[in-house]
């Protein structure tokens, strides 16, 4: 099957201007050997290489292309299918987008393509091709650079190490709780502590809840978090908050729901303003009208609400259209890989922008790797959860892997 495949890059600095002409002319030949067509623009910095080819042929030399370190940042940006070719004819043109004016430059695109120009002017990678060069990505772009000037250190989380004793304390309860933490990497804080349940082997949250029927769940899941408010007032929280996730059906169908929580809350001696509660999108949704009755009891106490998984499941935009929370939380799914997915890194842009206009905090969820955090970072996310700063501790709070300025 002909596959159409497109990424962008950054010229690497031990490239230069002038290597190019030769290296594409090597390239245009093992390509040629292969199937392999296409077109490559660059403006100076960046390039646009459009691939076209057989579908093995063009993944094999795309993941060769990944690795080649005369460039860097390469993005997927495309990847599809075609009945035929749009350059035929040509084995693999550079274009240099700065020696052509806009009108020229068209021509010049449209001169190797097969279709009319109707055709044309919905064909993402025409639009594509056309919006790099006129330098309109750069503005759903955000550099994935880390500077020199940072390096990582391993520091001690600023809460109470609870010693084993205190630990076993509770030996009779149902569930225990890992603490995760949330990181704001810009002012090198804690900005909260996510409340993770666990069985009392320490087994994950779906060994917790093995069993129950649904009733039984949402009674438990809300009474569960006495556990984690003790366990947040044992080790101290501070200024940092604590995120508990919760079923909203816990919140809609137990009795006085709110009015619990409110209790157990001060009854470990914390604030309600101290507590952030993580409800997913899907089950918010199917059940609004009476979720919404929750969510101003909680908001009426001075509880925080998170919408978690944002961008998971099926109903993201529409429960936000309906509720606007403090917090939104972007799905590992969407994280995993930011840095070269052109795709997702626009989605991110427009979730940062929303997030911006309506003053909601954003936090990424599941990073773990350090090019994820810098992609993130430099598109606007300000709160980081992940392996790459510190995995869930039993009943404790880890050491965190910080960026540090040296
Ligand atoms: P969540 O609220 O999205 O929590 C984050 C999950 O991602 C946690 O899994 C955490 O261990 C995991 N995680 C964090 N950072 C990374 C990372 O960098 N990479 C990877 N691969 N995973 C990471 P966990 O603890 O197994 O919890 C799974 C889900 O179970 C939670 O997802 C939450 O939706 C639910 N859950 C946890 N505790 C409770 C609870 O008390 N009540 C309810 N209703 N649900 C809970
Ligand atoms: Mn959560
Ligand atoms: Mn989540």
């Known amino acids: 099957m002909l596959s159409t495949l497109i990424y962008r890059s950054r010229m690497s600095e031990s490239l230069q201007e002038s290597d190019l002409p030769g290296l594409l002319r090597a390239a ?13 623009l660059f403006d100076g910095a960046y ?50 987008v700065r020696a ?21 002017s919905e064909d993402r990678p025409f639009r594509l091709m056309q919006a790099f060069a006129a330098g309109r990505w750069r503005e759903h772009a955000a550099e994935c650079v880390l500077p020199e000037t940072w ?27 890992a603490l995760q933490p949330i990181v704001d990497t810009a002012r090198g804080r804690v900005s909260s502590l996510e409340a993770l349940i666990r069985s009392p082997q320490g087994g994950p949250p779906q060994a917790c809840f093995a069993g129950m029927g649904s009733d ?29 996730n919760l079923l909203p059906m816990a919140l809609v169908s137990v009795p006085d729901a709110v009015g619990r929580l409110v209790a157990q809350i001060e009854e470990a001696g914390l604030k309600p303003q101290q507590v952030m509660v993580e409800v997913t999108e899907d089950e918010a949704i199917s059940h609004f009208e009476a979720f919404a009755v929750a969510l101003k009891g909680l908001r009426a106490a001075g509880i925080g609400v998170a919408i978690d998984d944002f961008g998971a499941g099926f109903a993201g935009l529409s429960l936000l259209s309906r509720f606007q929370p403090d917090r939104l939380k972007i ?9 070269a997915d052109g795709p997702r890194q626009a989605i991110v842009r427009a979730i940062v ?43 404790c709070v880890p050491d965190i892997n910080w960026p540090v300025l040296r």
């Open 216 to 244: 039984a769940l949402y009674r438990f899941d809300l009474e569960s978090k006495r556990h984690a408010f003790a366990l947040a007032s044992r080790i101290g929280l501070g200024a940092c908050k604590l995120s508990i």
């Open 151 to 177: 390096r990582w250190d391993v520091l001690p989380a600023p809460f109470a190490r609870l010693s084993p004793p205190e630990r076993t304390e509770d030996v009779e309860a149902p569930c225990r709780f």
């Open 47 to 96: 390039f646009l290489q459009m691939l076209e080819g057989p579908e093995e042929a063009v993944q094999a030399l795309f993941a060769r292309i990944s690795r080649d370190p005369r460039h860097g940042q390469v993005v997927l940006l495309l990847e599809d299918h075609a009945p035929r070719r749009r350059f035929p004819k040509w084995g693999m043109r550079l274009v240099d």
């Open 353 to 395: 922008e929303c997030c911006r206009a309506l003053g909601i905090a954003t936090v990424a969820e599941g990073v773990e790797r350090v090019e994820e955090w810098c992609w993130l970072q430099a598109a606007g996310v300000e709160f980081f959860q992940g392996y790459l700063f510190a995995r869930p501790g039993l009943e």
């Open 100 to 120: 052509h004016p806009q009108g020229l430059l068209d021509a010049t695109l449209a001169g190797g393509m097969l279709r009319g120009a109707e055709a044309r």
């Open 28 to 40: 245009r030949g093992r390509n040629e050997e292969r199937g392999v067509t296409g077109i490559l």
């Open 331 to 339: 799905d590992r799914q969407i994280v995993t890989g930011i840095d």
